[in-house]
Structures are given as C-alpha cells and as structure tokens.
C-alpha cells in the first residue's frame, strides 16, 4: 500500500522507472509517447545529457544558497540570458519554484507597485473567463477555471472576469476576425470603467490560453488593443506565460507573436523543462525601479527562490532553446505537428477545431462538426480520452468544460521539441485510434 497522497484518490497510477527522448517506462516496461511534455514542461526531452551534467556539477560546487544572504552564479547567468531575450522593457528576473509561485509574486510585486507610487486605491485585478492562472489561492482567485474555483471560492480573494479571446467559440459570423478582437479586448475597457480606473492594478492573461481552453491564441490585433487600454488608464499588463512560453509556442516567448511587451511576465514549466521546480517573475525596469527607489523592499520570498541547482538545470536549458536553436526546432516541428493533425483528424466528425502555435496544439472535440455541439457532459469524453490514450501507450492533457466550465472537451498536445517526424507521425496515429474508440 502507498502512503503517497495521490491526485486521484480511486485509481493507482503506474510507477515510472525511467525516461529517455520523448518516451516514459513503468515498472512493468511499458513505454509511453510523452504527447503532451507532463503538462507541457518537458521541452528537450528526457536524459538530455547537458542538462543532467549542468545539475550534477552544481550539485558538486554549491547545492543551496538563502538568497536573504547570497546571491549565486547560476542565477545570476540565467536572470542575464532571460533579460537578453525578454520582450523589450523586461529588466528583473525574480527566481521561483513554479508557475503558481510566478503568479503570486507577480500579483503582489503589482500591488506594491502602486503603494510604492502613491496609488494604494488600486486593489482590483481583472483576468479572462476560460483561463487557468495556478492553484495557490491568489492565482487560483484571479484565473478562471471554474471548476478548479468552486471549492475554494468562500475562502479566495477573487478577480474579476471578462470574456475570452475565443474565435472558434465566440466569432459571429458577421464580423472578420480582428473586429472580434477588438470587441472582446474592448470588453477590459468597459470593466476598467465599471470598477473605477483608480481601484485597478491589472489584467492578467495567457497569450495562448492553455489547459483549461486547449491552445487558444489571440486573434491579431486583440492583444495590441489590451496593451492600448492598459495604458490609456494606467494598468499594468501581466501576461502568465508559465505554460505557453519558453519556446513552446515557437517563440521564446509567447508575447513575442502577438508584437506586444507586458509589464510583467511570468514563466516556468519549459524553464527547466521538468529537470528541476523553477519558476520565473520578470518586470519593467520602470516596476523595479519603483520600489527600488521606494521602500527598497520587495515584501514577499520563499525559501528556495533563485535555487542554485534549479538555475543551473535552467541556464541549462534556456541555453539550448536560444543558442541551441530549439525554439526554432519547436516552430518548424509545431508544422509538421499541425499539418499532420489537419491531414488525420481535420474532417473527423467529431473534430472541431485544431489550434494553437509551435508545439502547442489544441484539438476540440465535438458531437456535431457543423453546429459545434459539444458532448453531453455526461458522457465524461475528456476523461474517457484520457484513460484510452493512456492504455494505448499515449501520454496527452484532455480537459472538459472547454467552453464555459461544464461544456466542451479539448486534447492538449505539447510535445518535447526533439520530436521528429516519424514520432509526429506514431503521435498522431495513437490519437487516431484513441479518437476512434471513444467516439
């Protein structure tokens, strides 16, 4: 009997013994294609040998240093690399444990942002409806994944939200694509209004919302109008980026599609890209320089921020996404992605959609291809597909309430960028036959 608290309490999962490429085996041999990175963290595949030799010689030289009292060579090389590639203004990196940590630094560096400048009216933050921002309660209260919400709403500090950028779902047929943008960027203007622009820290969006929509990126135009608003009254723009950034999306950073530059950005996942737990916050020099100035004190820190060996797994890595040219890998291996996605599945019955960019790739999944009907939530099709696949020897990230938090299904895929065509090609044919037994 395990005495590990496991995430579902009714089922016993298989113990992974080792890892090599894109592919995880069990205790009992059983190979796994690993479709989906975990949850979209394994970015350079398993047992990449320059990133296990950069843990173990830091592991030699210094394990841990308290950043209360230390700084440390590994972070400060990879605070350098992330600024030398951030989107323009980006100066500070604050070194974390995780995405959800990223976010809770970023919501409580917002907030004294303007304590620090004399505005301490500003309490609200405001974030979209169909977003997923971590699972502390402070990430937790501002995403909006409502399933993951309601057990803790009583006890969360909650945002307030507006509609999703979601073409599929929420285009009329009567406007272009852009008009939809920016009627659904519009939507932050007019909650700004509603809730006093005087009383607003900031929006807080993914750029290519992730699990809880399935890889839904922004129409052109919609997040240039987001960045127009912020400034016209004020507000800061924090763009989570924890799981489609770090080259997933075939950019460093996701952003970067979209021609915008946040004011706070966070990362994590494909930051170490699952070789060690590290997160990142990163802000303006403008932010910074606020409360350097100020009370030249951030109030917030954890014990293992800035952790020598988790920045040597990820200078590690974030080396080889940028010199290395594996963000370019995962743009060009995201079209062969794609291109086989659309020529297997694109006029399957029950599939909807497929989106996404680079290696992110969502896949939605339907009752009835001409209405968009989605399944009967009854039928359980997200969980269903996940359970199949698996037994098929396919890890993938299937998620229900797609739609509105009840309705709808979707397959997220995020595989390692080293994947190669011939993987694509086993990829997409275990999602075939998955497709075909649960529907």
């Given at each position: ?315 590690a890595v974030v080396t080889k996404l940028t010199d290395g ?115």
């Open positions: 009997m395990s005495h590990v608290f496991p995430r579902h309490c009714r089922s016993t999962p298989p113990v992974a013994v080792r890892a090599e490429g894109i592919y995880i085996y069990d205790a009992d041999g059983k190979q796994y294609l690993d479709g989906s990175g975990g949850a979209a963290v394994t970015c350079l595949g398993h047992a990449d040998p320059d990133v296990t030799a950069a843990i173990k010689a830091q592991a030699d030289q210094l394990a841990f240093a308290h950043t209360g009292f230390l700084s440390s060579q590994p972070a400060e090389a990879l605070a350098d690399l992330l600024v030398k590639h951030a989107p323009q203004g980006i100066d500070r990196v604050y070194l974390v444990s995780g995405g959800s940590e990223a976010v809770e630094a970023a919501m409580k560096l917002a907030r004294q942002y303007f304590v620090e400048i004399g505005q301490p009216s500003r309490t609200k933050f405001i974030s979209r409806r169909q977003s997923y921002h971590g699972n502390t309660l402070g990430a937790l209260g501002t995403g909006g994944n409502m399933w993951r919400r309601a057990p803790f709403d009583p006890v969360m500090v909650s945002a307030s939200h507006i509609g999703p950028c979601f073409a599929y779902r929420f285009q009329d047929d009567s406007e272009s694509a852009f008009d939809y943008g920016q009627r659904a960027a519009n939507e932050l203007e007019a909650e700004i209004l509603r809730l006093g622009p005087e009383n607003v820290i900031g929006f807080l969006a993914e750029p290519v919302v992730g699990a809880t929509a399935g890889a839904v990126p922004a129409v052109e135009g919609y997040f240039s109008r987001i960045r127009e608003i912020c400034d016209a009254y004020g507000v800061l723009l924090i763009l989570d980026e924890v799981m489609c950034g770090m080259g997933r999306t075939g950019k460093l950073f996701a952003s970067e599609h979209d021609g915008v530059s946040p004011d706070i950005v966070t990362i994590a996942k494909g930051l170490g890209g699952g070789y060690q737990p590290i997160g990142a916050m990163l802000c303006s020099g403008q932010i910074y320089d606020a409360v350097a100035g100020g009370s030249g004190f951030f109030q917030h820190g954890h014990t293992y921020l800035g952790h020598p060996i988790a920045c040597a797994a990820a200078l040219g594996m963000t370019a890998r995962s743009a060009e291996m995201g079209d062969a992605l794609n291109a086989a996605l659309h020529s297997a599945l694109g006029q399957h019955p029950h599939v909807g959609d497929i989106r996404g960019r680079g290696l992110f790739r969502g896949i939605e999944l339907v009752a009835d291809r001409e209405t968009k009907a989605p399944f009967d939530p009854h039928l359980g099709i997200a969980a269903k597909f996940k359970k199949a696949a698996f037994a098929n020897g396919l890890i993938c990230y299937p998620m229900s309430g797609t739609i509105d938090g009840q309705n709808g299904d979707h397959v997220l895929i995020a595989p390692p960028f080293i994947i190669d065509e011939s993987q694509i090609g086993e990829l997409v044919g275990k999602l075939s036959d998955t497709l075909a037994e649960v529907t």
